[in-house]
């Protein structure tokens, strides 16, 4: 009996484990370009131009090595632009009724998968360091889930910068060599860009005359196979990562990607391993080529961040995509999506998301989602935001990001404290203060830089919960302690700035 295999966008990995267990004498592999997806929200174009050249181009490597593939094109007239549709008209073409398929990384997706009328077979999706029940035994009976427990964990059990049962270098955590605010004058190398081929042009046309959805489409510069994402970790091992450490929470104007790895679309859609860029790193540090700080910085982002918000994302379950802890309720302002605005961090983080679909984790951490936590956005619009607009946005790493580390709205099962600063921060880590509109050093009055006034407004109304936070008590003793009248200034400024931003002013 014929079985389809359905291989989904971002399941680009030649032994996923629906493959891994199909029989390619007989089964039929499904791929899909289906409007349901691209419009499930408003995806960059970008994004949906990776996908769809990556999927064009993994279905021909299958069929290379002897896959039949029924493969929808976005265009084809009977294409029914949906997954599940496109599994029914498939079954029905090939006389099958069971399905194999890798756990999807929506649970969307995988609602429609269970809804079928045809026999599923959900496989676990094995592309990650730690499976699912080994997160849940680890995460069981604890109290809080603190990522550095789990990183060293993870680091034990991948013996990545390991040596005898100790970790290299005499610690596990160098992070207090790294993040200096970054400085202008290094020659810094940029990430190269990967010229469309014929089969990128091909999709390029297509998502043009498709989708209107916010970001820039051109230029394209992203891989969309295996090897170019192989080329582009080697060029970020030896261009970017000696510097990776100390550049991670630098921003600077009109630097886009710093020392960032740039990888996380290929390593999201499965063109890489986390383990195989881990072990490029470690190789390097082992060469002498980069410091230790380095090295051991960019896989903890991998085996301990990327890994630990996938546990998290698994073990909440759906209902996690609901949380609202703090009761936000703003609109999205209209800055997110490239409205006007007078503060020149978020024009540059907004700007460099619409022409790149790339913004650093700091920018999307402090700068975007640091405003919106302050303002008191709606958690559920900011996660649509970011699941839109970046490269590398899947639900599984997207919402824990954002709705956990960035927004505090599971209040505080992924991090211990919210994420939110002034303006002090975002002047101490990149060059945007000194050509903005408002004054950073301003803490009241028209001028006054708006994270600045913000800031306290968060504090201060959220006071009963965030006050014997031991992290977060000196900031309630400095608050406390300024003048009464102070206050009351920055409360009004930061009301006025508020209404200004319901009424859609420019900010
Ligand atoms: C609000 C918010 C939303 C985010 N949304 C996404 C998302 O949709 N997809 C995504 O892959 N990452 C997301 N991140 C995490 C992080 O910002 C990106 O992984 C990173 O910016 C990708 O760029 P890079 O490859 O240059 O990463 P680098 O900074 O060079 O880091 C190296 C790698 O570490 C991994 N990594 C680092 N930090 C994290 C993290 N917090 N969670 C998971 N992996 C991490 C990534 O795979 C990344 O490629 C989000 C962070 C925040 C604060």
Request: hydrophobic share 45%; charged share 25%.
């Amino acid at each position: 009996m014929v079985r389809l295999v359905l291989v989904l966008g971002d399941q680009l990995t030649p032994d996923i484990a629906a493959l891994a267990v199909a029989d390619k004498r007989q089964d039929v592999v499904v791929m899909a370009e289906v409007m349901g997806e691209g419009q499930s929200v408003a995806h960059h174009p970008q994004k949906i131009a990776l996908i769809l050249a990556a999927m064009r181009k993994f279905a021909a490597v299958l069929q290379a090595e002897g896959w039949r593939v029924a493969y929808s094109r976005l265009d084809d007239p009977e294409n029914s632009q949906t997954i599940s549709g496109e599994l029914l008209r498939r079954a029905d073409a090939f006389g099958a009724s069971e399905v194999l398929a890798t756990r999807p990384g929506e649970w969307r997706v995988l609602r429609d998968l269970e809804d079928l009328p045809l026999s599923v077979n959900l496989l676990e999706d094995d592309r990650f360091i730690c499976r699912e029940a080994e997160f849940a035994a680890w995460a069981e009976g604890r109290k809080q889930l603190r990522i550095e427990w789990f990183y060293r964990d993870m680091r034990r059990k991948t013996g990545l910068l390991m040596a005898g049962g100790k970790p290299v270098g005499g610690q596990w955590n160098f992070d207090h060599d790294n993040r200096k605010p970054a400085k202008r004058d290094l020659l810094r190398p940029r990430p190269g860009d990967v010229v469309p081929d014929a089969v990128v042009e091909d999709v390029l046309t297509l998502v043009e005359s498709r989708f209107g959805h916010f970001g820039r489409l051109r230029p394209f510069r992203w891989a969309t196979d295996r090897a170019g994402a192989l080329a582009a970790l080697a060029e970020f091992v030896a261009e970017r990562l000696p510097r990776f450490g100390e550049e991670q929470d630098a921003m600077l104007e009109g630097e886009a990607f710093l020392s960032h790895a740039v990888i996380s679309p290929y390593l999201n859609l499965g063109l890489l391993s986390p383990i195989e860029v881990c072990r490029a790193a470690e190789a390097a540090w082992q060469a002498g080529k980069v410091p230790i700080a380095a090295a051991e910085g960019f896989i903890r982002q991998v085996i301990g961040w990327r890994e630990f918000v996938r546990g998290i994302w698994m073990q909440e379950g759906p209902a996690y995509l609901e949380r609202n802890e703090l009761g936000h309720g703003r609109d999205l302002p209209a800055v997110y999506w490239g409205g006007e605005t007078r503060m020149a961090c978020m024009a540059a983080a907004v700007g460099q998301t619409r022409d790149l679909a790339y913004a650093h984790h700091i920018q999307r951490l402090m700068v975007t989602g640091n405003f919106a936590l302050l303002a008191g956005v709606a958690p559920a619009a900011v996660h649509e935001w970011y699941l839109s607009v970046y490269i590398d946005a899947f639900e599984w790493v997207e919402a824990p990001n954002t709705i956990g580390m960035s927004q505090f709205a599971d209040g505080g099962v992924l991090g211990s404290k919210p994420y939110v600063s002034s303006g002090a921060y975002i002047d101490r880590m990149s060059d945007h203060c000194g050509g903005c509109a408002y004054k950073v050093k301003e803490k009241t009055g028209a001028g006054a830089c708006p994270f600045n006034l913000l800031y306290w407004h968060f504090l201060n109304r959220h006071r009963e919960r965030f006050r014997s936070n031991p992290r977060m008590g000196q900031m309630y003793r400095v608050w406390d302690g300024m003048d009464e009248a102070h206050r009351a200034r920055v409360l009004e400024g930061a009301g006025q700035l508020l209404e200004r931003l319901d009424r859609g002013e420019v900010v």
